[in-house]
């Protein structure tokens, strides 16, 4: 079927009201070969494909980041098993506290390492030798976060307050006497008003639960002592009364048949949350003030631990049976979900929300990931402690998980506890998709791609509306220009070798891509599939493509060779080059960049040696060639070339300067008819010894030229008279043309820039080797990154990150500045040039100190202008960018400004 047909037959199956923007595109993914028509079978392949996609897609990575978690030991612990960990994030930076079962509390550094140590307090009554000894066992720790207090409960059937306000951790209070043993702690407060009462719940080893209220928590726990006692307060608890000002308490007895292992509370309804390993009552969620009736879960053995997230209405359970189940919030008979894998008893689970993710530990120390909608266990991890043993389970802690989240740290972390030693691992912050190459329902973009691997090339397709960018770890992705969201993206396009280049065909449908290895790869721009490989000329890298009319094109690099395929009559996935071009010997160095002019029927190519060369079309052969005059050393490298081809197009005007090329930061434009070829030249970073990696101009007025160096800032210069007066003396034009913009718009080199209309309004596309690549209007308003979390929408400026616009306002100030000097006119950094430059432009003189005109002498070299300066103004200034204005005059009594 060809469009027409293949949209009648869509309205009969799919409706009437279907549209035909979405009949089209579907149409072209299914025609992979974008001959025009598609077959049932395509249509079957596509299906088959896509729905596996899709399913592949479906299965999110494991959240866990790290293939080899960070390890410590804990030797204070004196081999005893690590009871609780908890997180202290005051006073700053993050610290760690843990809790060994024989009472030693070790503070440790976010990497890990041990800052001090503490032991708990005995009895007073059995101190010997002015010693006394903890000698019991800890149950369980929390942190109290808007009190700084750590809470450590005992089988003494006592609670220890330590003090971890400041660096000094010591014990601050000490609370014992109660009538049974806490076995779970947990604590809750206010995080929007700390002063406010706050809550710790205790489950005791007869299943009754205890309720503190910590009434005035910003004056202290508990009541100032009368009088003054060396060491930590000591408070009886049947003397808890006199401190009734200061702490409310309540006991619910008989909840669970057993000891509680967990217990939880939600402050949104006042539910507390335990859990015991009681066949009757292995879960229960009870209102604190008891007028509702519980909800209970009951199910053989119990559960050793627990955890719930209210966002997600979702409780998971974990014990003796080995099963982790996932339950709903208001019904108890029957879990959702069963996941069956562990070999010993589950000890702790972890409902990780941001990935949709539970993990899940066992005695045998087996980490594992389950995936909450497909209920698939996605990873299994066996940490590898040095303190297992073959054919021994580890001792552990009743709580071995501590799980971190920003902003407490950088990136979401898992801590776990074996015996005496601490695993950390790290977390990915959001669910991530499968690999291969994603459409849009496969993969969500990330914060921001300046994290990604570094850009080699980006381009723009009007037909599609996206913007192609290509990276040197051998990925494509595809952007949606309107949002900035990525559309598809695609891994391993050249294996591991980087991709170098890339160029559109001409219905804009496929995408070619060289690589650094002489493969040249097509590929279709709606499904990702690659359609065909090109023989390569040589192993070594390509650097320029260019699109032919009739999908045929031009290919060149460090072989020094011009070779061409055609794609059109190709019809297996292997094409042979042609190489017909006369180009053998015709570069003696390698060809770097490449540019066509179909109003002349030429093409265009540059080399390391400096040479641009001019083909014909039609013979396939050189017709001329360009080189720029030198007085002394080689002709720097040829990094760009642009035609500019409304000029081109035009009869009198393409006599003139119709093509421009870069070297070494000067960018010169060329004739290619006419008797005079040179007609014009300029150096356009601002800082000297940089180069002029890329070049793009409006299409079809050619009124402006864009530059993007090595420096990260974009030039936006108006040519629309440029280059186009004959000098009759031969020499080339060394004055700037207008500079209508400059704005830094990346760290570091600019490989690729683009300029493009949508909807009647210019933009420029940007890619830099610093991983990221932009969106910029014509003005300098920054619209945004590909791939950022909060994506834009193209025709409403509000949605603009505008960045830029805040950076050119500086950079006009520090000009105005200047112009306020009476420096009017001149072109700032008209001075700063490359040596090779220099010799048709400029002279180089010594670098001058001007130490006793300002508090810093300049940081570069000054490169004064051709006639020598008679003197030296005393008006200068330091720029932002640290470079010094100064001003000069010379001979021609002019007032300049280096």
């Not at 579907?26 to 596509?46: A, K, M, N, P, T």
């Not at 804990?74 to 081999?79: A, D, G, L, P, T």
Request: one cysteine or more; a negative charge; hydrophobic letters at 35%.
């Amino acid at each position: 079927m060809k469009l027409e047909k293949f949209r009648e037959v869509m309205r009969s199956v799919v409706g009437p009201d279907v549209e035909d923007t979405w009949v089209e595109r579907f149409f072209s993914e299914v025609d992979i070969s974008c001959s025009g028509q598609v077959r049932w079978q395509q249509l079957c392949s596509y299906l088959l494909l896509e729905f596996t996609e899709r399913e592949r897609a479906s299965i999110p990575r494991a959240a866990l980041l790290d293939k080899q978690p960070l390890i410590r030991l804990c030797s204070h612990n004196k081999r005893e098993p690590t009871v609780r960990l908890v997180a202290v994030s005051h006073p700053p930076p993050l610290r760690y506290i843990s809790v060994s079962k024989g009472g030693q509390i070790s503070v440790w550094s976010s990497s890990l390492h041990i800052l001090k140590t503490l032991g708990l307090a005995g009895d007073p009554t059995e101190e010997v030798a002015s010693t006394r000894r903890f000698r019991g066992w800890t149950s369980d720790a929390v942190y109290m976060g808007n009190v700084h207090t750590v809470a450590i409960a005992t089988d003494c059937r006592d609670l220890h307050f330590i003090n971890v306000s400041t660096g000094a951790v010591f014990q601050d209070a000490h609370l014992f006497g109660f009538r049974s043993v806490p076995t779970a702690l947990c604590y809750w407060h206010d995080a929007q008003s700390p002063e406010q009462p706050s809550l710790l719940l205790m489950g005791d080893d007869k299943g009754g639960v205890h309720l503190l209220w910590f009434l005035n928590p910003s004056k202290g726990l508990f009541k100032s002592p009368s009088k003054t006692e060396s060491g930590p307060q000591r408070i009886f608890f049947p003397d808890l009364g006199e401190h009734s000002s200061m702490v409310s308490y309540r006991h619910i007895p008989s909840v669970h048949q057993e000891p509680i292992t967990r217990v939880m509370f939600e402050p949104g309804t006042n539910v507390v949350m335990t859990s015991s390993e009681s066949d009757n009552t292995s879960v229960v969620f009870m209102n604190v003030t008891l007028k509702q009736e519980p909800y209970i879960w009951t199910f053989k053995q119990g559960a050793k631990c627990f955890d719930y997230d209210a966002s997600l209405q979702l409780m998971v359970t974990g014990g003796c049976d080995r099963a982790v189940r996932l339950w709903t919030r208001f019904i108890t008979s029957r879990p959702v979900a069963s996941l069956l894998g562990h070999r010993t008893a589950v000890l702790d689970v972890k409902i990780y929300q941001p990935v949709g993710q539970i993990l899940s530990y066992s005695r045998d120390a087996e980490l594992r990931v389950w995936d909450i909608s497909s209920h698939q266990c996605l990873k299994s991890v066996a940490l590898q402690f040095p303190c297992q043993q073959p054919g021994r389970i580890p001792e552990h802690g009743n709580f071995p998980f501590l799980l971190l989240s920003p902003p407490l740290t950088e990136q979401p972390l898992l801590a776990v506890a074996c015996k005496d030693y601490l695993a950390v691992l790290s977390l990915s912050e959001r669910r991530r998709g499968g690999g291969g190459w994603l459409t849009d329902e496969g993969r969500e973009p990330g914060p921001n791609i300046q994290s990604g691997p570094p850009l080699s090339c980006a381009l723009y397709n009007p037909t599609l509306r996206q913007v192609a960018t290509g990276h040197e770890d051998s990925s494509v992705s595809l952007w949606d220009v309107e949002t900035g969201r990525r559309r598809l993206q695609i891994l391993n396009a050249h294996g591991e070798e980087g991709i170098t280049c890339m160029t559109l065909d001409s219905s804009h449908r496929r995408l070619i891509t060289g690589a650094r290895n002489g493969t040249i790869k097509v590929w279709n721009l709606l499904n990702g599939l690659n359609l065909h490989k090109m023989e390569p000329v040589d192993t070594s890298e390509v650097t320029g493509l260019t699109c032919l009319h009739d999908n045929q094109f031009l290919t060149v690099g460090w072989s020094r060779r011009v070779a061409q395929y055609d794609v059109a009559a190709a019809k297996d996935l292997y094409v042979r080059a042609d190489m017909s071009w006369k180009s053998s010997g015709v570069h003696k160095s390698d060809i770097l960049a490449v540019s066509q002019c179909s109003p002349l029927g030429v093409i265009a190519t540059g080399s390391y040696d400096g040479e641009v060369i001019i083909w014909r079309l039609e013979t396939q052969g050189p017709v001329l060639h360009l080189q720029r005059p030198t007085q002394a050393g080689a002709a720097p490298p040829v990094d760009g070339l642009l035609f500019l081809q409304h000029r081109a197009s035009n009869r009198k005007l393409r006599n003139r300067g119709v093509l421009v090329s870069s070297q070494a930061g000067c960018l010169c434009f060329w004739s290619i008819t006419g008797q005079t070829h040179t007609y014009g030249q300029f150096y356009s970073p601002e800082q000297p010894d940089e180069r002029v990696l890329s070049l793009s101009s409006d299409q079809p007025q050619n009124t402006i030229l864009v530059s993007g160096d090595t420096t990260g800032w974009l030039q936006i210069w108006d040519i629309s008279d440029y280059g186009l007066d004959v000098r009759h003396d031969e020499s080339p034009v060394c004055e700037r043309p207008p500079l209508l913009q400059r704005w830094r718009a990346h760290e570091r080199a600019l490989v690729s820039v683009d300029v493009f209309e949508v909807s009647g309004r210019l933009f420029v596309l940007t890619a830099s080797s610093d991983g990221s690549a932009g969106l910029w209007t014509k003005e300098g308003d920054h619209v945004g990154f590909f791939g950022q979390e909060v994506m834009w929408n193209i025709s409403e400026p509000e949605t603009y990150q505008r960045k830029a616009q805040r950076e050119l306002t500086e950079d006009t100030e520090d000009r105005t500045e200047s112009d306020e000097l009476g420096l009017k006119g001149q072109v700032p950094g008209h001075a700063f040039r490359d040596r090779a430059s220099q010799e048709e432009c400029c002279s180089e003189a010594s670098p001058t100190s001007l130490a006793e005109n300002d508090h810093k002498p300049p940081q570069q070299p000054m490169y004064l202008c051709k006639d020598f300066c008679q003197a030296v103004a005393s008006c200068h200034k330091r720029r932002r960018d640290g470079s010094l204005l100064i001003g000069c005059f010379c001979p021609h009594q002019t007032l300049a400004l280096h």
